[in-house]
Every structure is written in structure tokens, then in C-alpha cells.
């Protein structure tokens, strides 16, 4: 039986249309998701969405909305975006559902059993927008005075009876965790924030509320939900079955990794590993904190008029082209910025002009002077062997090393420094010219060049699924040997030897154009 991986996407709270940044959240976990299978992995992949909360309920009231059906409509519109992108989720989770809700109480009982929960008085300040509470000593000036909190967000003074966890219990161990376990907090910047809070001292956290109805009532007590925090963290386990501890849970539980945005990683990293030492349940391997996505260097906010529904990106540029631009460009743990521009300028120069172009002179020359038969190798030279070399060693070695590492820029690097050295022969060699001087070097050379993309298209999957697809079957080869455990061999080679014949090239990427009189906005 396969090794199984399981890996998860933040849960998306869905008071607004997804943004930019639940896209590019997306975008590379599926790639990640996608090369685990590439490596011959059984994968499951959760997402979804996180409808409770205060937050939920003032947005809905707001619209003359019942809470559930905004939450219904909300929601549709991130599974939309999934599907839109490409996004290969084995479970999209909703935490309204009622499975979910007998997950989250599953836990919570086994944190009240563990002696974890008490019922007292909270009085602090809390953020709606960020249903979140913060010490006194957390929060910062805003103009004219006002309390901010540190993700600059307003805080209001809540006072009400509410369940408590012990979240000051687990700080040795939680300590014990990030030392024995350096990888358990990535990149190093996020696990540095986590260490600081945590080593500041904790307390115990309010997990509760009674002030709305909007949530999972907890267990024995009807009058309380449970703190959007608990559920929504529960939806990775329900995502796979929990409570029932059979079946997918036990084969697919801890998680392998949590990607999530660095705004978050206190609740994943923190709240969430404490919630689990309590219910005894094994933690997850990885928590990965991403960076945020900027426009033109700017933070994306309604007031300035640079929010882009990353629907209509996908519209303008293509899915295929918005994948590859995010992952190329943005080095998966920092910060990064997009434009029109940028994604026009990258996408031509890399897929358009270098990939693209170098498909369609192959398959154009093989179809031309090799009747659209698959040309054999017919003795090697030096740079034959020095290009399968370089290729095999990309494809084979640094890209699956840099995706374990969730380096999917590196990645794409290395990927493109083999796609250049594929430009450099094809123009060195010249097969259309060798096609009067010596025909079966022109076979050789176009042969060659068939099985280096071959093999680029095979490890280029995880970002360009459709196009990479396409391109794997308009070259005939079959999915059976679709993965990178048949990638360093020559299984392209014995095709030459069968009757499939390739059709008129059609171009992969077409260029990009910006739109001038807009300005080069989408």
C-alpha cells in the first residue's frame, strides 16, 4: 500500500469573496498535493470553509441575511474558486455541517475529561474581525488613541461567562515541542515569533461565548458556543473522518503539514497543539506560515481600490499562467508582490516564449520530416548525453528536493534552467538543417530534445496541470508512467518503435497582452 500524506489549506472564513491571497494559498498547496502523487503518495487534501463566529453574524445581519444562508452562498463561492483554479481537494469542508459539529464536540469533550476546561468570568478585549483575544499588553495605538490590535484591527472590551481552557498547562510542553521538533514551526521567521509568545509566559484561553448562537454549542452547556478557534482548528480532523478514529483518521492522522498565512500561525501553533496534547491525540509534522501577496508593493485593501477577484485574473491570464506566475515569482515564506505587468513579463518569457516555444519547434520538425512518427535515437553524441544528464538530473533530483522542502520557486528555477539548456541544443544542433546533411542525426537530435520534454512537462504537473497534460498526450505518452519514479529512465524512447503518430502542433501558451487602456490593470 502507497504512503499516505495528508496536507491542508487554512480554513477560509467566508464574511467576503475570496481574495488573492486564499487563490495563492490554494494554488501551492495543490502543487504540493499534486507532486506527492507524482511521488506515487496516497493523498488527501482538505479545505473548506469556517462560517461561525461573531463576525458571521454581524456581516449577515448587516446584509438582511439569515446567517445560514449567507453562510451557504459565502461558501459556495470559495468551493468556485477551488474548482475554478484547479484545486485537487479530496474533502471541501464547511464547519455549519453537522458532522463537523460532533467533531468539534468530540474534542472538546475529550479536553473536559483530560480537566482542561472551567467555567469562570472573561473580561479583555477581543477583535471581531479577527475573532481573537489579546493581552492588554499586545495591543497598539491607533490614530486618536483608539486600541488596535497587533494585526492593527479595532478591539472591543467583552465581559461575559465563558469556558476557559488551561492553555497555561501546556506551556513547558508546547517549549518541549518547537526544541525537539525545530521543524515543526517553518520558515524560521514565524517559528522565532512563536518562541518569543510562547516563552513570554500564556493564559489560559476563553473558548467560549454566550453574547450569539452562531456556532457548535458545547457539550452540557446549551447557552455557550464554542470559540470559532476550536471548530474551526477541529475541520482538519473532520475533514478525514474524526471522531471516528478508523478509516482515513487512523491511516491519514497527524497531518503532514498545515499550510497557512503567517497572520495565523499563533492559532496553529499554539492554541491548536495544546488543543490536541490535551484530547491525547498525535500532532501534526508541520505547520508552514506563507507570507501575504501585495499589489504593486502595496497591502490589498478596499479603501485604495487594488483588491482583484482572482476569478477574473484567471479570466484575463489563464489558471495555468496565474499558477505558474505565483509559484515562480513569490518565494513560498516571504512576502511577494503582483501586477498585470509582472504576470504578463513572466509568463511570456518562461511558458510562452522558452517552454511553449520549444514544444511547438520539436513537435513541429518531428511532425514535418518525420511524417508525425516519434523519431529514434540513432547513436549518441557528447551533447546528447550532457543535455539527458543535466535534464534528468533537474527533473530526477532538484525539483522533487526543492518541493520537500516546499521550495516550489527553487523549484521552478531549476526547471527553467533545464528548459534553457533544451533552447541552447535545439539552436546548437540545428535539426533543421541536418535534415539534407544527415537525416538520422536530425532523428537523434529531435529524439533527444522529445524526451527532455517530455520529462519537463511530466515535472512541470504539479504547476501547470492542464496544460502539462495536454502536452503529455498530444506527445503520446501514456499516464502509467506519469510520476517521478519513471522519470530518470527512457520509457519515451520505445514509443518511437510504436504506431502512435503525433497531430499538428497547437501552441500551449499563448502570449499574454495587456490591456493598455486600462491602464495594464486587469
Known sequence: MSEPFYITT????????????????????????????????????????????????????????ETLEFADEMSSYFRDMCDKL?????????????RH????????????????????????????????????????????????????TPVEWTVEETWFFRLSRYQDALLELYAQNPEFIQPESRRNEVLRFVEGGLRDLSV????????????????????????????????????????????FWPADVHIIGKDIVRFHAVYWPAFLMSAGLPLPKRVFGHGFLLSRGEKMSKSLGNVVDPMELADLFGVDALRYFFLREVSFGQDGSYSAEAIVTR??????????????????????????????????ADEDAALFQLVGSVVATEIPAHFENLAMSQALESWMKAVFACNAYIDAQAPWALKKTDPERMETVLATLFICIAQLAMAALPIIPEAATKLLDQMGVPE???????????????????????????????????????????
Open 208 to 251: 467560549s461565548r454566550t453574547s450569539f448562537d452562531w456556532g457548535v454549542k458545547v457539550p452540557g452547556s446549551p447557552d455557550h458556543v464554542m470559540y470559532v478557534w476550536v471548530d474551526a482548528l477541529t475541520t482538519y480532523m473532520s475533514g478525514i473522518g474524526y471522531p471516528d478514529t478508523s478509516g482515513d483518521f487512523a491511516r
Open 347 to 380: 509568463v511570456n518569457a518562461d511558458l510562452a516564449n522558452s517552454f511553449g516555444n520549444l514544444a511547438q519547434r520539436t513537435l513541429s520538425l518531428i511532425f514535418k520530416n518525420c511524417d508525425a512518427y516519434l523519431p529514434a535515437i540513432r547513436g549518441h
Open 86 to 98: 484547479n484545486i485537487s481537494y479530496t474533502a471541501f469542508m464547511r464547519t455549519s455541517e453537522e
Open 480 to 522: 502509467s508512467v506519469r510520476n517521478f519514479a519513471q522519470i530518470g529512465s527512457h520509457w519515451y524512447s520505445p514509443l518511437a518503435e510504436s504506431d502512435f503518430r503525433i497531430e499538428q502542433p497547437k501552441g500551449l501558451f499563448p502570449r499574454l497582452e495587456l490591456d493598455l487602456e486600462s491602464g495594464g490593470n486587469p
Open 10 to 65: 487554512a480554513i477560509a472564513y467566508p464574511n467576503g469573496k475570496p481574495h488573492i491571497g486564499h487563490a495563492y494559498e490554494a494554488i501551492a498547496t495543490d502543487a504540493i498535493a499534486r507532486f506527492q502523487r507524482l511521488q506515487g503518495r496516497d493523498v488527501r487534501f482538505v479545505t473548506g470553509t469556517d462560517e461561525h463566529g461573531l463576525k458571521m453574524v454581524q456581516t449577515a445581519r448587516a446584509a438582511g441575511r
Open 101 to 152: 459539529h460532533q467533531a468539534s464536540q468530540a474534542l472538546w469533550t475529550a479536553m473536559q475529561e483530560r480537566g482542561d476546561l472551567y467555567l469562570d468570568r472573561y473580561e479583555g478585549w477581543y477583535s471581531v474581525r479577527d475573532e481573537a483575544f489579546y493581552d492588554e499588553s499586545e495591543l497598539v495605538e491607533g490614530e486618536g488613541g483608539v486600541k488596535l490590535s497587533p494585526q492593527g
